[in-house]
């Protein structure tokens, strides 16, 4: 009987590390995730050395919507709490700053934890809310939070300045002499740069943390389901009200930065508009993904200032108009308002996941194709 | 662990990190420089042959009509300008216009992208915006006109207050209307929209009444947007015959509109500059011909008088036809006339950096504006002094700028004396 001699082809990858040798899901090898992590720190590092100082102020405030988004993105991404109040906390985070750092003096590591813990308390209360509320009903809540807070800041003017604002300069940043806006013979765009992006990787560490831990597999199941949540003894109860506190935290330490960083507050700066651009850093990143809120958060950001500095450059001038009488069709901040939408609808109608989810197609596909790939005979 | 692969990655990563720093690289650097081409030394905003001067306006929401209309007349007194040949007869001058949305928070960002590019700020629209940033533009020395006529700053070191200040014109307002016969006993009210000049004006009007002994009544606010009957009844419920009103002409036309509605008509006091183009389409024209008069600085559009009224004309004509002629298009070209002399100033010293301007500007004895507004008094700021005397405008549906002149070259006694609150 002929036989049929089956030529084997080795592996064009042949001594690389095998597809079993990764453990499940995104654990890729440490010295790639050293990798990586050396290339952050690069980055944080050098980038205030190269970049202008009004790139900077851009990319501390993408740090400070990445922190606040991050917390949204725990409790509304992760937990399923739909929640329109993050920018109250930053209120309470950027007026603690304001009255009691800057109008009482206290120093900076003092008006800090009073923010987190205002922010952490009010949360905590309404994720006391959210065990009776659900869905639509908790969004709605929290925007009235929302309103009470632009109530307060606008009429409580001993604490907020009221309407007008308020200034944050006489505020200390820093720990004794060490004053964090103003390293050593760096402006305070450098300084203020590191401050905020030392604060960004401490934060994503701890809402990474959680979310590959225990607790973010509490919350994912009562995103999923709380019903079957209780049901294999999830607390629903408890983890709705730390996960809100710690939400609360975090948008109560990005009140702070913010403020620190733009040296003044005013309630524009914490209305429903905030809340609407929070929300879209966490849906362009990516819902329920750490790093798709800090993502999200620059690209959003950084997208919105590229457009207001090139509204009268050669690309956007025959669109954007300065003027009433100057050529164009519609004014910047129109464009920003068109632009800014267009983007989160081609966003969910190409990637309704976020861009994180371009990443994980990419790896996915990666996966496919090492599992397709044939193994050598022995 | 395969070492090739992993040098592979590693390099990989490296190269990738390397191209990143090399494509930012040098842009620390950019944003300005001070060093010079021969001629004047440059600066921020000026390389030689181009100033750019920033423009912190609004260009979206409900006073995106009165930022337009100052930005047309600066925009147009700078065009006339470049056609002429530009500052000192060889440097054109370019705006870089951006969008606050009216909102403090915006102003500070827009501020930190654009002041490394520019040379000075030609408009900052609002007090609240000027307030917000006004730090930093004295430190950072960087000249500013804002559209604010906030008196509190007038004395800023890095602020050009180009109109009066409208504590002065609502005093001034007050006096007028109070002097005339019959009205010396009648209730003077105060209705203002939310914000900080609202509050220095309100502080001006209490004043005025403890100087010229008037009866004041109720002093009011109201937002942006929103229904205004609420206020307009408490008016007339307070017995209000004479009202002076601060805000933007958004808010004088609801103020207008619902008085209107429920028959209530006291004598509008107002300032120029809350005058807008669409005032003209006021569906009660007798109305507001006849219960509203505006205070000014300023002149009317169409003014032989004014020695420099046949340029605005021609800029308007050749620039900005379709927009309204209304004050604040004259204001726009008054403020552009400020800021023309003082780089003219600095060009003529051959030095048109920060700190070029900055003493061009301190060593201006006056401002002057043939005839369009009140010459100022300048200099360093302790011996700067806002113009007092002021006239009174009619509205004049019929003419081109909207307004007609009721008296002129009124001298201003109580606002003479006037304080203001020094703003943080």
Redesign the interface.
Known sequence: MATTQTRTRPRPDAGRPTLEAFPPRFAFPRWLKLTAIAVLAALFLVTPLITADARLAVFSLCGVYGIATMGLTLLNGKTGLVTMGMPFFMAVGAYSTAFFGATLGLPFLAYLLIAVLIGAGISALMGVLAMRLGGDELAITTLGLLMVGQYLANEWVPVTGGESGMSVRAAAVGIGDLNFLALGEFTRAQSTFWLVWVFVAIFAYIGYSMAVHRPGRAMQAIHDSQRSAEAVGVGVRSYKVQVSAVAGAFGAVAGVLYAVSQQFVSPTAFGISTAILLFAMMIIGGMGRISGAVIGAFIVWNAQQLVAQEAQGPVLRWLIKSTESSPGLISVGAFNMLAYGLMIVLVLVFAPKGLTSIWDAGVAWWRRRRSALPTSSS | ??LR??AR??GA?AVA?SL??AT????????GSTGGDGDVITGPGFDGETITLG?L?????AL??PA?LV??GT?AYFDQVNAAGGIAGKYQVE?????T?Y????A???Y??????VAAYAQIFGT?MV???L??LNADQIINIPSSADGTLFKQPSVVIVNTPTEIIGVNAIEYAISQPGNEDKRVCYIAM???LG?SVKDAINFAADELGANLGVQLTVPIEGDYTPQIQELRRDNCEIVMTKGSGVVLTKLLSTAVQVDYAPLWLAETGDFIGSMVEFPDVDYIENNLLFASAGTVYGDDSAEAMDDLIAAHEA?????PPVFLHLLGYASGMALGQILEQAAANGDLSREGLWNAMNSLDELTFGGLISPITWGEPDDRRPATNYNILSVDVDSDGGLAMKEFALDGKASRVIEFHVA?
């Open positions: 662990m395969n692969h992993t990655v590693i990563g990190l990143v720093l930012a690289a040098c842009s620390r650097d950019a944003g423009v306006g609004v260009t979206s929401g995106a009509e337009s930005l047309t925009q705006l870089n216009v951006r969008d949305a909102d403090p928070a915006k500070i960002q827009e930190n992208a654009t002041k490394d590019d609240a307030n917000a940033i730090p930093d939310e914000g900080a509050v620039y900005a036809a379709d927009t943080n």
